[in-house]
């Protein structure tokens, strides 16, 4: 059977303040029926917008050149995407190409039924009646594994999880059986179980529908889950091609080499971890800890009388100096609030956190004032954690100058310019503004600005994970580095086991506000007691299309047994 | 109040569904009720005491015509020499049964002027609404779906002019072309003084000439009453249309941007129903929470249009008691209107969470 | 590897972006530099707009220059002016029922205006900014009580309250300095509600980003992450609130006069109180009485509204338009990194 994509020599540009930008060069790739052909690369690789280019979808600030022709899914028609009217574009979009989006919970209409939206999308194209099209919107929706579709198909989208909402986008694309769906990162913003369970699904549309899928995505270990095939793009252009058996086994660009090289592994860190715990004397563990929580709960307070919020419920641990202790949970485990309270940013409302020997439950400020000089923290948002109006010079000077080290900016360059270098930046650049300095960059001197007073105390709140993985393996081995020059203790924070094991001496793993389990790397990683950690860990996907099938299977266990 | 408000409002109502989220309808309605009463008190006791700031009502009202002596008398009789905070809590207490004190010029009830008065400008207000939805919100789409491109450019320009053009002064240009130079329109007035008569002894008068003229079932004053209404209406009108049709046209580009448009896009909806449907609806909530305060603008305009065509309501008759120094009579009112205004906002904040589902499940 | 410390993708951001730092201190101006950034309808409304305000700022000043007459002169040398004249010969564009020149009491007007809206604007910036840092900052008890206030200050008729302000400064009654006077402390009070929620608004933002947390890490005083922190930031838009607010003064001051609380003719020249007096020459046909001032008002308003919805644009990524692009440019040179993020390539954050 003939290709249902084939896109010839495509270029885009965009206009944007700067003048025009070249996003796409040159571009050529084709995808079979019930193929998966995964686009992997990194921010500004130009991915997504050569997926939105298959539906027609780019802004109108750009410009396509080349060929990207569309087959429908029985082969009775070609199109080509790029030269045909709007009416006939529309025609096409949803019968022979559908898309599903990034960000479930903006890509469905608030304010309307999923029913009404997919029933939409059925009658756009014709031929059905408004009963007909919800028969279809339910028949859909239990087949994306929906339940109780008859009912679920007269609910709001808020009313669904951030998973259901990813099977509904799924189901609207699936909703006119189209030869091809575009996928742009579709579980980016998953938690990690949750992605397992729709790659399973992404994998039935192919298996049960025949759908040919491209899957846009930065994310090496999704790539080996699903993809037939990958193409590595890197600044516009396709670098590289092949089969994912094959690319995994034997890369042959050297972008893609690096890429590889760059994601962190599963168990990287554990023979790191053991060293180091070889190299500590005995006399260590009576030291006093740094950090000690003992069963420490915050509560965040409802509104109006309603019941409060638990985000950290009784949790217990400590922080020994020098160690690097590493907190690993989901969106809503409670790892930030843990983080925050240890730094006087959030109210301890039950048990003990005791932070260089300071009580932090129904803390001063004043008292706590003088300790904070001890303690460094890196936020996870690189865009917003310096002052867009000073110098990066001027942020890093700032704990120097609140501490009375230094008079003013200008009399602290001198160590600024130390801490520029320690952090491997130019120093030079303490002149620039913040948003003249890539994500990677600003973390790098936000490193710096943490590590300016010393501090024995480091809190690191998902440093890396707005990072594209080849800057991420570069900030976290600089991490690495400083934490061994320095000696700090650290709490660093992520919600990527294999991010975190790269750097901890010991693991904690947060679920719903509780701490399952706590131990080495090599404990926890492998083998983990409790059955959470088990599924965290077995949901995700690691870079080899061979043991993820493996992973995958063992998934399958994990969860039909529990 | 008006472009400027477009923003924070919408995040004041982001915040206000946020806390009440899971809470349900009921529960917002009851906690929105109560939000009431703190905003009418803050609002009349601002008003009585800036009023008082001023001294007496009775010496600015007939200060250079009575002697010392009267004045002390009516002052007396009037309960002005007692302690302040005995007037205030009297005055609250007053309101709180619905008694906005008595005009000093013509001694009648503030509550019957109101009640005489209000419904004209109700119907007057009414009317500018319907002018406003009617331009405002279809062009506000049209401009959005045609962003940047002419048809923008335009509306733009005549949204700006909309508003840039004081409501006094739009509705003197329209009564010189309309009324004087082409004589198609009436001067001024709410009808002329036959139909008037006529209407006067119906037995089931509402004070709504519309309503009135209508169940006089002739149609040569129901076309008299119309005729009066237009160009008060249009000026009222188009001022307010302009803020609606930059604010529809904002939302909806912003929506228009969102991630389920394309979404739509993607599965083959038409343009027309990407725009009337996908981005206009979620437009909606942020632009009639907007729309509530609008309320504030319409009434500042209606006092000003009233007094250009001698629209006998509220706001002509507050320029009458400014003008007399009647100070009781322009307090009554104004504590009145900032009871309309606490509640009007209460029922748009309402409506605006009705159409939002994730405030109503 | 860990020598050079940059990986490519980083080199090309940094290339890209020091590239916006050549244009210097000139272009970050506040105007400037979003007129630079401006394109086709967005430079053009801009451009409009600074002209007409300028000519309105302009005529305001040079006032006493370009005016024919003064503006509560009723003869000259040749005698009185005489009442309700047409515009032509020595009255460009006629007198009033009060035997004033009209065209030299639009221009007095515009200096009226613009006294009226600098001292409304800055007493109102100044209260308005430093309630909305203090309550937005703290928050806490004394916030939620400035938010209900101010809250229903702001829903209350604008003109309503201006009229029962400027009853309480001069009970209703004007000379020059108390009637312009009035009539800035009046609009002040208007507007205090609307710089005290903007203000209050961006700094709750403010005070969420990283930067001001980690300000509040390092153990510095509140006293400089309000003032070196959130206050520069939060205070970004105000050009904006500026222009809009300006052009709303000038049409509550026109409003205040229009119902008889303006300065007297013979202190000043106030456009709204002209037309009060003209609407009884409209009903017999004369024109000329209302038309100008009632033009004056509309072009000096019409001038801000349209620098300050521009600056609004423009200070929107949504709202901003681009240079579309030329056919030809699809064969621009290696750049691959989109500055600016303008393209959602990036991944977003799993949390």
Redesign the interface.
């Known amino acids: 059977m003939s290709d249902v994509l084939t896109i010839t020599d495509l270029g885009i540009s965009f206009s944007t303040d700067a003048g025009a930008v070249r996003a796409v060069d040159g571009v050529s790739l084709r995808v079979a029926p019930g193929e998966v052909l995964a686009i992997v690369g990194e921010s500004g690789s130009g991915k997504t917008v050569t997926a939105k280019t298959i539906l027609g979808l780019l802004p109108e600030t750009a410009t396509a050149s080349g060929v990207v022709l569309l087959s429908s899914k029985d082969g009775s028609s070609e199109h080509d995407v790029l030269s045909i009217g709007k009416r006939k574009l529309r025609q096409v979009r949803g019968t022979d190409v559908s898309m599903v989006f990034q960000e479930p919970s903006t890509a469905l209409n608030p304010v309307y039924t999923v029913g009404w939206q997919i029933a939409e999308g059925i009658q756009a194209h014709g031929q059905f009646s408004r009963k007909e099209a919800r028969a279809k919107a339910i028949e859909i929706l239990g087949r994306v594994g929906i339940p109780d579709p008859e009912t679920r198909v007269n609910y709001f989208p808020h009313q669904f999880s951030g998973g259901q909402k990813q099977r509904v986008v799924i189901a609207m694309a699936l909703v006119l059986d189209p030869g091809l769906i575009v996928a742009d990162e579709p579980t980016t913003a998953l938690d990690v179980t949750v992605q397992a369970e729709i790659l399973d699904l992404l994998r039935r549309c192919r298996d049960e529908f025949g759908t040919a899928i491209v899957l846009i995505t930065h994310n090496m270990g999704v790539v080996a889950d699903l993809a037939d095939r990958v193409a590595v793009m890197y600044q516009g252009k396709v670098v590289e091609e092949a089969d994912a058996q094959t690319l995994f086994s034997s890369p042959q660009n050297d972008y893609t080499k690096r890429l590889l090289a760059a994601v962190p592994h599963v168990g990287q860190g554990i023979a790191h971890a053991a060293v180091r715990a070889e190299a500590r004397e005995p006399a260590w563990l009576e030291l006093p800890p740094v950090v000690v929580a003992d069963n420490l709960t915050i509560e965040y307070p409802g509104r109006f009388g309603r019941a409060g919020f638990t985000a950290v419920d009784g949790v217990s641990f400590v922080i020994r100096p020098g160690e690097v202790l590493g907190l690993v949970g989901e969106s809503g485990s409670g790892k930030t609030t843990t983080g925050r309270a240890i730094a006087g940013l959030t109210r301890v409302t039950g048990g003990s956190l005791t932070v260089l020997g300071h009580e932090m439950h129904g803390f001063k400020e004043r008292e706590f004032k003088k300790l904070r000089s001890d303690i460094g923290f890196v936020f996870q948002d690189p865009a917003s954690s310096f002052n867009p109006l000073l110098t990066i010079a001027e942020c890093v000077a700032e704990p120097l100058v609140v501490h009375g080290r230094a008079a003013n900016p200008a009399g602290a360059r001198t160590r600024v310019n130390e801490l520029l270098e320690a952090v491997q930046l130019p120093r030079a650049y303490g002149d620039r503004y913040p948003h003249e300095l890539s994500g990677g960059q600003r973390q790098r001197a936000s490193l710096a600005r943490a590590l300016a007073l010393e501090p024995s105390l480091l809190i690191a709140d998902e440093p890396t994970s707005a990072l594209d993985v080849s800057v991420q393996a570069r900030v976290l081995e600089l991490f690495a580095e400083l934490q061994a020059e320095f000696g700090f203790a650290a709490l660093f924070i992520s919600h990527d086991l294999a991010v975190v094991d790269i750097l901890a001496d010991r693991i904690a793993v947060l679920y719903k506000g509780k701490l399952v389990e706590e131990g080495t790397g090599a404990e926890v990683l492998g083998a983990p007691k409790d059955p959470y950690t088990q599924r965290l860990l077995a949901s995700l996907p690691v870079p080899d299309p061979a043991e993820q099938a493996d992973r995958r299977e063992k998934l399958r266990r994990l969860r039909a047994a529990g | 109040?008006?472009?400027?408000?477009a923003?924070?409002p919408a995040?004041?109502a982001a915040r206000r569904k946020r806390?009440?989220s899971g809470?349900g309808i009921g529960?917002y309605i009851l906690?929105r009720f109560t939000?009431i009463f703190?905003?009418i008190f803050?609002?009349v006791s601002?008003?009585f005491w800036?009023?008082r700031?001023?001294g007496d009502p009775i010496t600015?009202a007939l200060g250079g015509r009575l002697g010392p002596e009267q004045l002390a008398e009516r002052i007396h009789a009037a309960g002005y020499d007692r302690p302040i905070l005995v007037q205030y809590f009297e005055y609250l207490g007053n309101i709180f049964t619905g008694n906005f004190g008595t005009t000093i010029s013509t001694n009648k009830p503030v509550t019957e002027v109101l009640l005489t008065y209000g419904v004209a400008t109700a119907e007057l207000v009414f009317y500018a609404l319907i002018v406003a939805f009617i331009v405002g919100i279809p062009l506000g789409l049209v401009a959005a779906y045609w962003r940047?491109k002419a048809p923008?450019?335009f509306l733009?320009i005549f949204a700006?002019?909309c508003?840039?053009?004081?409501v006094?002064?739009s509705a003197?240009?329209f009564?010189?072309v309309f009324?004087?130079?082409l004589k198609v329109l009436p001067?001024?007035g709410r009808a002329s003084t036959g139909s008037e008569l006529q209407m006067q002894f119906l037995p089931g008068k509402t004070g709504i000439y519309t309503i009135d003229a209508l169940q006089t079932g002739d149609p040569q004053i129901l076309l008299d009453v119309v005729s009066h209404a237009v160009l008060p209406a249009l000026a009222l009108g188009l001022l307010t249309a302009g803020v609606f049709l930059r604010l529809v046209r904002?939302n909806v580009?912003?929506t228009l941007?969102?991630?389920?448009v394309?979404?739509?896009?993607?599965?083959?909806?038409?343009?027309y129903?990407l725009v009337t449907?996908?981005a206009y609806?979620?437009a909606l909530?942020p632009i009639i929470t907007v729309i509530g305060?609008q309320?504030?603008?319409l009434?500042?305009g209606a006092?000003?249009t009233e007094?250009?065509f001698e629209w006998k309501g509220l706001g002509f008759e507050?320029?009458q008691f400014?003008?007399a120094?009647d100070?009781v009579a322009?307090q009554g009112i104004?504590a009145l209107?900032?009871v309309i205004?606490?509640l009007s906002?209460f029922v748009v904040d309402i409506i605006a969470a009705l159409?939002?589902?994730?405030v109503r499940? | 590897m860990t020598g050079s410390g940059m990986t490519d993708t980083e080199m090309i951001a940094t290339s890209t972006a020091t590239g916006s730092n050549k244009h210097g201190l000139w272009s970050r101006l506040p105007v400037v530099h979003q007129l630079r950034q401006s394109v086709g309808l967005q430079r053009g409304m801009l451009v409009v707009g600074l002209v007409i305000t300028g000519l309105f700022i302009l005529t305001a000043i040079l006032a006493p220059l370009v005016s024919p007459f003064g503006y509560s002169q009723l003869r000259d040398a040749s005698g009185a002016f005489g009442a309700q004249k047409p515009p032509g010969g020595s009255h460009l564009l006629g007198t009033t029922v009060g035997g004033y020149d009209v065209l030299s009491r639009v221009i007095w007007g515009a200096q009226t205006a613009l006294i009226v809206i600098v001292i409304a604007v800055i007493l109102s910036i100044f209260a308005g900014v430093m309630l909305g840092l203090v309550s937005g900052y703290f928050g806490g008890w004394l916030d939620r009580v400035f938010v209900v206030v101010f809250d229903a200050v702001y829903a209350f008729p604008s003109l309503l309250l201006a009229i029962v302000m400027s009853i309480v400064i001069s009970g209703g009654r004007s000379n020059l300095i108390g009637g312009v006077l009035a009539a800035a402390i009046s609009i002040t009070t208007v507007f205090i509600p609307q710089y005290f929620r903007v203000i209050r608004a961006e700094t709750v933002r403010i005070k969420a980003e990283a930067y001001v947390e980690s300000a509040r890490v390092l153990g510095a005083s509140n006293a400089r992450i309000m003032f070196r922190h959130v206050l520069r930031n939060a205070t970004r838009t105000l050009p904006l609130i500026f222009t809009l607010n300006a052009s709303e003064a000038i049409l509550t001051l026109a409003g205040l006069g229009f119902l008889g609380f303006g300065i007297e003719p013979s202190a000043a020249a106030e456009w709204g109180y002209d037309l009060n007096k003209a609407v009884s020459d409209v009903s017999s046909g004369i024109w000329w009485t209302a038309l100008f001032p009632g033009l004056a008002i509309v072009l000096a308003v019409l001038g801000m509204t349209l620098v300050g919805e521009s600056l609004n644009d423009l200070a929107d990524p949504r709202l901003r338009g681009r240079r579309s692009v030329a056919k030809a440019s699809g064969l621009v040179a290696e750049t691959s990194v989109v500055p600016g993020g303008t393209l959602k390539d990036e991944f977003e954050v799993p949390q």
């Not at chain 2, 941007?257 to 389920?260: T, V």
């Not at chain 2, 394309?262 to 343009?271: A, N």
């Open positions: 109040m008006t472009t400027v408000a923003r924070p995040q004041k806390t009440s809470g529960r906690i939000l703190p905003t803050i609002l601002m008003v800036l009023m700031a001023t600015a940047d923008d450019a733009r700006i002019l508003y840039a053009t004081p006094f002064f003197l240009l009564k010189l009324s004087v130079w001067v001024a904002t580009i912003g941007g969102a991630d389920y394309d979404s739509g896009r993607s599965r083959g909806v038409s343009e129903r449907k996908h609806r979620p909530i305060l309320i504030a603008l009434l500042s006092v000003l007094t250009v507050l320029a400014l003008t120094r100070f322009v104004v209107l900032a205004v606490a906002n159409i939002d589902p994730r499940y």
